[in-house]
């Protein structure tokens, strides 16, 4: 399943609960783009700051997995 077929079955899900419409892919690119430039240039420990910020977004609930 590519990105978008994601995209119109969450969309569908959100219409069906009466929640919030997700985010198109792409959207928010060039804005991780510029957080991960800030992060670098704050010196070491990104990698282990980006490890767990993934980590803790599988973790939660509603998250698509695999």
């Given amino acids: 399943m590519n990105a978008m077929q994601q995209h119109m079955i969450d ?5 069906v609960l ?3 419409l997700p985010p198109q892919p792409g ?5 991780v ?6 992060e670098m240039a704050r010196g ?5 700051t980006l490890r767990a ?3 803790r977004a599988a973790e939660r609930p509603g ?3 695999g």
């Fill in 11 to 15: 969309s569908y899900r959100a219409s």
């Fill in 18 to 20: 009466g929640t919030p």
């Fill in 27 to 31: 959207v928010h690119d060039w804005q």
């Fill in 33 to 38: 783009a510029r957080e991960l430039g800030a």
């Fill in 44 to 48: 070491p420990g990104l990698l282990r």
């Fill in 53 to 55: 910020r993934l980590h």
């Fill in 63 to 65: 998250t698509p997995s």
